[in-house]
């Protein structure tokens, strides 16, 4: 399991996350780049330059639906996050049987930060809503990412209570 960090490199991180479990770590800038815009021509600018990976952090539903149609990025991050209030009818989770389809057709990751979930002050709405949309992308085959992406040493755990976190999450889906 690889296990993506939103850090610089550093040797002492990287013996902590295979000490872990962990198979791979990857370091922001060094492994792989986050791109957070919100204006199209800029998305595909950063995303046409480099050679790494790419991971994109949605903040609207069009850039979300943008990135998965017409960007370079590999890994599209916190679509569960798109939408402020939920409908009274149903969970808004960012992603919706159109957005599946896209992601699937371009070969496209969806992933899912467990950073997220420790810092979020509305825990119970997002589980839901990660909950909601692995339920998606099971059903449309839509290739998940579930990994840390820690913004720092507190926030690593180990590979293993990733999986059953997000085992549990994609189950009761």
């Given at each position: 399991?690889?296990n993506?960090?939103?850090?610089?490199y550093s040797?002492?991180i990287?013996?902590?996350?295979t000490s872990?479990?962990?198979?791979?770590t990857?370091?922001?800038?060094?492994?792989?780049?986050?791109?957070?815009?919100d204006?199209k021509?800029e998305?595909l600018d950063?995303?046409n330059?480099?050679?790494l990976?790419k991971v994109?952090?949605?903040?609207?539903?069009e850039m979300l639906?943008f990135?998965?149609e017409k960007?370079?990025v590999d890994i599209?991050l916190?679509a569960?996050?798109i939408n402020p209030?939920?409908?009274?009818?149903?969970?808004?989770?960012?992603?919706d049987?159109?957005?599946c389809?896209?992601?699937?057709?371009?070969?496209k990751t969806?992933g899912f930060?467990?950073?997220?979930?420790l810092?979020?002050?509305?825990?119970?709405?997002l589980?839901r809503r990660?909950?909601?949309n692995?339920?998606?992308?099971?059903?449309?085959?839509?290739?998940?990412?579930?990994?840390s992406?820690?913004?720092n040493?507190?926030e690593?755990?180990s590979?293993k209570d990733l999986?059953?976190?997000?085992k549990?999450?994609?189950r009761y889906?």
């Amino acid at each position: 399991m690889d296990n993506y960090i939103l850090m610089k490199y550093s040797k002492e991180i990287e013996d902590l996350s295979t000490s872990l479990g962990f198979t791979r770590t990857l370091f922001l800038d060094r492994d792989f780049v986050l791109i957070e815009t919100d204006k199209k021509k800029e998305l595909l600018d950063k995303s046409n330059k480099t050679k790494l990976a790419k991971v994109f952090l949605a903040k609207s539903e069009e850039m979300l639906r943008f990135a998965l149609e017409k960007s370079k990025v590999d890994i599209v991050l916190g679509a569960e996050d798109i939408n402020p209030k939920e409908s009274l009818h149903f969970i808004r989770g960012g992603l919706d049987q159109i957005t599946c389809k896209i992601a699937y057709d371009n070969d496209k990751t969806i992933g899912f930060s467990f950073s997220s979930i420790l810092n979020s002050k509305s825990r119970e709405k997002l589980l839901r809503r990660i909950s909601f949309n692995a339920k998606l992308c099971k059903k449309y085959k839509v290739q998940m990412l579930f990994s840390s992406f820690a913004k720092n040493k507190e926030e690593l755990r180990s590979a293993k209570d990733l999986q059953i976190m997000f085992k549990s999450l994609s189950r009761y889906s």
